[in-house]
């Protein structure tokens, strides 16, 4: 009993420093369902407060709000297990992205089922952050990002374009129906390939189950949306030179990606384990680094605060939609999926992570580059 009421003391003094109360009255408060949760979380860290959440041993009426206080507190840089040393430590010796782990997200997450991602995503299934500059809805705010995107490349009828992590082939379509240009998209999700193919269906557009380390062909345009944060910082150079031998010398490469403010070889292990395993969020030094020598960088327009309103849209989709789909989304993987969403929401609003959109050109563009809004 003593230690366990130490335990309490400990976790509650932490949470003091976020403004979060134990079982207190607001609606970012964190409700103790299980008293097993204070040792769990002191000695897992952020694992042991999401798979706690997940097993139901706490609740809070708002979850993003609980987290945005912790995010806001950094108290995950001073609550870590012992097995988060040991991931750490595995990431900086093994390329945890190589072509056999790499595949792996794309299983474990991109298939989860498309009814899944349909019930979410909205009308286009695009899973990134919406531009919201003129939107007032989800779908509007997708479909500006994919015109912004289409615009920033410069897109023209007959160019050939290469889009590398191509999902459920939106991007594609919109550029072939709207720019009249033909595509090439890669993903490595079976799931992804099946629904692609099918939305582009009599469209000049060739989706291709492949990893996009087997490309060596030559395109006008090239196009990466949510991909790079799967491609691991023993692989940015790598990633960067084949962009670099795939573009036209006179063409441009429109890189979307989510990127974290300080340079790390990880993500966080909660996120790994249930999540996005094998990935990590790109800082801007580490791009920088990456793709010096191949591109010259024409712009970077961030954009990270319209995250967190897509993720409130998706979230509002989903939860609209969990008794219309399968058993196997049963309460444990809800709870996981609202953990997820939430975690995501508070890290973008306490401007933690960044969303960043870079058009890059191998020699730099004559004259300069003009970039869309």
Known sequence: MASSDRFRRRVQALLADADIRLDGAR???????????????????SLGLGESYMDGWWDAGSLDGLLLRLVRARLDERVYGVGDVLDGARALVLNLQDRRRG???????????NELYAAMLGRRMVYSCGYWRNADDLDAAQEAKLDLCCRKLGLQPGMRVLDIGCGW?????FAAERYGVTGVGVTISREQAVHARRLCAGLPVDIRLQDYRELDERFDRIVSIGMFE?????????????AHRCLQPDGLFLLHTIGGNVSRHRTDPWIDRYIFPNSMLPSAAQIARALERRFVIEDWHGFGPDYDRTLQAWRDNIERAWDTLPPRYDARFRRMWRFYLAASMASFRARRIQLWQLVLSPGGVPGGYDAPR
Do not use: P, S, T
């Open 169 to 173: 082939g939106e991007m594609l379509q």
């Open 27 to 45: 609606a970012w408060d964190l409700q103790v369902r299980d008293a097993r949760f204070h040792a769990r979380v002191l000695a897992q860290g």
């Open 103 to 113: 595949r792996i997200v794309g299983e474990r997450h991109y298939d989860l089922g």
């Open 230 to 242: 799967h491609v691991g910082v023993k692989n940015y150079r790598r990633y960067f030179r084949l």
